[in-house]
């Protein structure tokens, strides 16, 4: 097997339209079309590109709309909110909260509108990738919110050992996991023990009493300890969004860790101390090996047996160690294999995967004459993954979605009996249209798959099989078999023959203002797209 050996077969849309669903969210058919006249090599350049932040969200909420309790004070109708005070000071101090939701809300949106604006570049899906690995959930302030997630993207694609640095003192982080709570006088082990766990080395197994094999408890002890001294927002200004370190809350000296760390000593360094333990952390091997599985499985799929592990894990390891733990290096040697390219309808699309594939991916556009608009389209995607148990900020714990890391399921936990249903009907309602409610509030989708200018692309249209093997191939990225061609054809005109479709679709071609026509062939493509989205195929990529 070539394993890591680049890639030689064919480049088609094919091969294009499978590393842009792995590498970015639901590709629309233009995006594919671009990478397959780009080719592999070019296409990798693209992916990783260095493009700017992207402009901050805004104020989604008209002023003057009555409800006065929801006008932010600190930023007019479609002007970006993060200018303004974190905390408001309004009256009564209940609008706070009231005008604290709908900055989330904007940036819950925003977030999705990123995925759904940003073209051949692997920043927002790798941003997603760090999200669920640095987590940090269920914060109050979207000003924090919204900085903590910059900083995943403005270091997506760099170095991990410096984002780690980062994100160690990132506010957000500090408050999630105790890292503020940390003092010489009341160490706290929480922010610690992830770190190892979590963040950088992995639990390997019980060695011994304490002992993890990749590192002990003395080390989580003394790694606290190197950690203290750290606080965020003083009273005195609770509109700060940084973190300050007060050495009288840290603990001073030298820390020693264990033989797993080969009996290191940090040295007395004030706030600069929690970049030598890092340092160290990032000198174990068994660091870039554990960075690479969960790559590995983000990426390509999650089974990972000693074959894997021997001739690909180990290999990109090493390459992660040689870069100094620049990530862009391993990860493009991955994605131009021969291994990734074999690795194909082999891992269940995530909430946020499969709603963008069914919306993105079908070229339904947000509307964009008006922010109000815009982002409550995007914010019915949100919560759609949400209610389908991904909801972007709010973690159900520490370790992140459980389809990442619960073993030996891992994504097979995007589907259950209670689960699947849900995302059948979400996919229908992205060709159909409708409403469907999450905690007692409705939801409308208004804005529904161009069905007839999607096939308008395929110049064998009016062929019904024709038509429908394109458009399978376009959605689930591989042939089905003739008896499921019969049966989505029998969707298309129930009961007749071919020459009924392409008499009636060459009609519609001929006279395009003839609304009647246009409806009755409008209303079949629909029936057929609803029922493709919701085929086990469209669930896998």
Known sequence: MAYLDPYSGPWTSRQARHLLRRTTFGPSPAMVETATNLGMSDTLLTLFQVIPLPDPPLKSIPDGTGNNQLDDPGALYGEPWINAAPFPNVNPPMYRNRILRSRGKSLYSWTFLQMHFTEINIKEKLALFWHNHFVVANSVIPHREYLYYTLLRTHATGNVKTLTKE??????MLLYLSG???TNAAPNENYSRELLELFTIGKGPLAGPGDYTNYTEEDVIAMARVLTGWRVTPVSNPNTLTAEFQANRHTTGEKNLSSRFGNAIIPENGDQEFKDLIDIIFQQEECSRFIIRKLYRWFVRTGIDEEIELNIIEPLAQILRNHDYEIQPALTTLLASEHFYEATACMI???VDLIMSASRGLNIQPPTIEVEDE???AYHFYIMCADLEQALFFHPNVAGWKAQYQEP????LWINNLLLPKRHEFCRLMIE????????TNYAITTKAPVLE?????ATAADPNSLISELTDMLFNYPITASQITSLKDILIPG???FEWTVEYNAHLLNPSDDAIKASVENKLTQLFSVLVRMSEFQIM
Do not use: Q
Not at 167 to 172: A, E, M, N, S
């Open 375 to 377: 982002y409550d389209h």
């Open 180 to 182: 503020a709570e940390n």
């Open 409 to 412: 399921s891992f994504d097979k």
């Open 454 to 458: 999607i096939i308008k692309t395929i």
């Open 167 to 172: 994100i160690t003192i990132d506010t957000g």
């Open 496 to 498: 007749l023959p071919d």
């Open 433 to 440: 249209g409708g409403v469907f409610s999450y905690n007692d």
């Open 349 to 351: 699309k995530s909430p």
